[in-house]
């Protein structure tokens, strides 16, 4: 019993517009695309000031971008204050400047989707020409909204095991099921199951399934498969999710339902990756189980091990086209299911037994249609004859005895 399924993921990622007019239609698409996206990415905000507290005002920012090097550049306003917005998912390099004083240069920021990151450089007097480089990543705490929530970051994801055919359904990996692993997620039988339910988040009620679903910040589901998780991984494979947010009060008025899931698309760099991969499960690998063994297969006189084999193969690839500038990243994902049939006795009834006649069986049955005649010759009460007997009748193995059933209900 084969079942298959195939999923193909591509993605194109401009990062600014190209005055190139034969690109200029292949781009089309992904630009539009792009600018639909604002809503999956992340920002960074804060306030510069000096040593002595006060804010310094007109001063750059440059959030560079590790993977792809492209670079967002702001200035602070008169209150010092400044927003390195939309970022795309990703690790980032900020570099801080002003006149009089000494540059500096913060590593290891994390931008996650739908997060706003706090960064709040402090500058000290000197030549610009200084640099002072902070290793410790700032702080991941989020103080400018109430959202509650939480993000797996792709090193997370990549490293948790994930099984095939999971709650009991032959089906591939899929990348909803760490949604269980977040904070404020709970699962929930009562509509559907785990592979078509979102789960229960706070507020939701007992019900569940009612959590939007989003790609990239766009919503991925219609209206009458809100909550359902199979809009997500029948159509994109694991490995081509970077990171997932899961927000479950306090989320911003742009996203709709009884909490947000928004999983985040992997994107190309300056360099070229990928990876081949195949997951399987057979016959020969797997455990008897408990009934198993107990099972003779009628064909070869002895108990067989149940066949099944299931296969889960692809390939991802990304990479620059242009670099600091445009890159891809495509991922095909096959899945093949296929499994024997469970050998088991089936018995084929006598001549006599197609005439009515169960005698021969060893097992007690009853004719319902001879209560009548039964009852009528019985001392004990209603009664029923055994198939094959009557009144009196010799038929059988207990010759000159009737075989009833007498005081018993039916």
């Not at 994930?162 to 949604?179: C, E, S």
């Not at 007992?206 to 219609?222: C, H, L, N, W």
């Not at 001392?379 to 055994?386: A, E, I, K, L, V």
Request: aromatic content about 10%.
């Amino acid at each position: 019993m084969p079942n298959d399924f195939e999923q193909i993921t591509v993605l194109c990622c401009p990062q600014r517009r190209v005055a190139l007019v034969a690109a200029f239609a292949v781009l089309l698409c992904c630009l539009a695309s792009a600018f639909a996206q604002l809503g999956g990415k992340g920002e960074v905000k804060g306030t510069v000031k000096d040593a002595m507290g006060a804010v310094v005002p007109n001063a750059t920012l440059t959030a560079t971008e590790n993977s792809t090097g492209v670079h967002v550049v702001r200035k602070t306003n008169s209150a010092g204050d400044y927003d390195l917005s939309p970022l795309d998912p990703g690790i980032y390099t900020i570099v801080v400047t002003a006149a009089g004083f000494e540059t500096e240069t913060q590593i290891d920021v994390h931008v996650n989707a739908l997060e706003i990151e706090d960064y709040n450089p402090v500058l000290r007097v000197g030549a610009a020409t200084e640099n002072i480089t902070v290793t410790s990543a700032p702080p991941m705490l989020e103080t400018s909204n109430a959202t509650l929530g939480a993000t797996m970051e792709n090193d997370m994801y990549s490293a948790l095991p994930l099984q095939m055919g999971g709650y009991g359904q032959p089906d591939q990996r899929r990348a909803t099921d760490f949604a269980y692993l977040m904070p404020g997620v709970q699962g929930n039988e009562t509509n559907g199951n785990a592979t078509t339910n979102t789960g229960v988040v706070n507020g939701s009620g007992s019900r569940g399934a009612a959590t939007a679903v989003y790609i990239d910040g766009v919503p991925f589901t219609q209206v009458s498969g809100e909550g359902d998780p199979r809009f997500v991984w029948t159509a994109i494979s694991v490995d081509a999710v970077n990171q997932f947010q899961v927000e479950t009060s306090g989320y911003s008025p742009l996203y709709e339902g009884q909490g947000v899931q928004n999983y985040t698309i992997k994107q190309g760099g300056n360099k070229f990756h990928g990876s081949i991969y195949d997951y399987f499960r057979n016959t020969a690998l797997d455990t008897w189980g408990f009934f198993a063994p107990g099972n003779v297969n009628p064909a070869v006189g002895h108990a067989t091990k149940p066949e099944e084999h299931q296969n889960e193969y692809g390939i991802t690839l990304s990479g620059p086209i242009w670099k600091n500038k445009i890159f891809f990243f495509g991922s095909y994902d096959g899945y093949r299911f296929s499994h024997g049939p469970t050998p088991a006795y089936q018995t084929a009834p006598t001549v006599a037994e197609m005439n009515g006649d169960f005698s021969a069986l060893g097992v007690n049955i009853y004719d319902p249609s001879t209560q009548a005649a039964c009852t009528a010759n019985s001392t004990n009460g209603p009664c029923r004859y055994q198939y094959g007997y009557s009144a009196g009748s010799a038929t059988g193995r207990k010759s000159g005895a009737d075989r009833c059933q007498e005081r018993h209900p039916w």
